[in-house]
């Protein structure tokens, strides 16, 4: 897992990709911070290779990451400050 459409956020990468690699996920993550800084793509990255049914490559074609990619995960949503729900 590279994250590669996220620029900078060094350390919170590395966290979360150890996180992956030795299967310790958390039930839940807050991604907070100032607005542009990347949060919501980096979330969004993050609970992609969670959902993954396969080996959690980059660019993988299981049902899980095309539901995913075709904004259409029936186990993922973003709630946002205002607390609704929506799909991007």
Known sequence: MKF???IGNETV???LRKSLETNNILHSYLFLGIEGI???KLAKEFAKFVLCLNN???????KSC???DG????DFSVIN???RYYKD
Do not use: A, S, T
């Open 71 to 74: 904004n259409n995960h029936p």
């Open 66 to 68: 095309l539901c995913y």
């Open 81 to 83: 400050e205002q607390r």
């Open 13 to 15: 990468k590395d966290y």
């Open 56 to 62: 959690k490559e980059e660019d993988c074609d299981c």
């Open 4 to 6: 590669k459409d996220v």
């Open 38 to 40: 990347g949060k919501l």
